[in-house]
Nanobody
């Protein structure tokens, strides 16, 4: 059974930083791409960032490019999301997700391509 557990959310002022973590278990972590999504109240879940299985390839949504950085430590089965220069519009529940297929050759932002999801962690940015 694959499990994803996020941590690191919280309340921060605009311009501040947070680092989210997502610890994975249940299958070979280093074989699968990971993604972060977020969902604000009353809005659909949206793609934030993707990182491939090796960590060498990433893809960011335009809304976070230059402010967020994804990384992974395959030895620790953990993916991270460093969020800098946070804005009130970044307020959402953030979810990490694990790719459905091993060694995917190209990035994907489609939620249906991610087979496993964490429980989410709340990020609130005050103005």
């Amino acid at each position: 059974q694959v499990q994803l557990v996020e941590s690191g959310g919280g309340l921060v002022q605009a311009g501040g930083s947070l680092r989210l973590s997502c610890a994975a278990s249940g299958r070979p972590f280093s074989s699968y791409a990971m993604g972060w999504f977020r969902q604000a109240p009353g809005k659909e879940r949206e793609f934030v960032v993707y990182i491939n299985w090796s960590g060498r390839s990433t893809y960011y949504a335009d809304s976070v490019k230059g402010r967020f950085t994804i990384s992974r430590d395959n030895a620790k089965n953990t993916v991270y999301l460093q969020m800098n220069s946070l804005k009130p519009e970044d307020t959402a529940v953030y979810y990490c997700a694990a790719d459905r297929f091993a060694y995917r050759g190209s990035w994907t932002a489609a939620p249906k391509e991610y087979a496993y999801w964490g429980q989410g962690t709340q990020v609130t940015v005050s103005s």
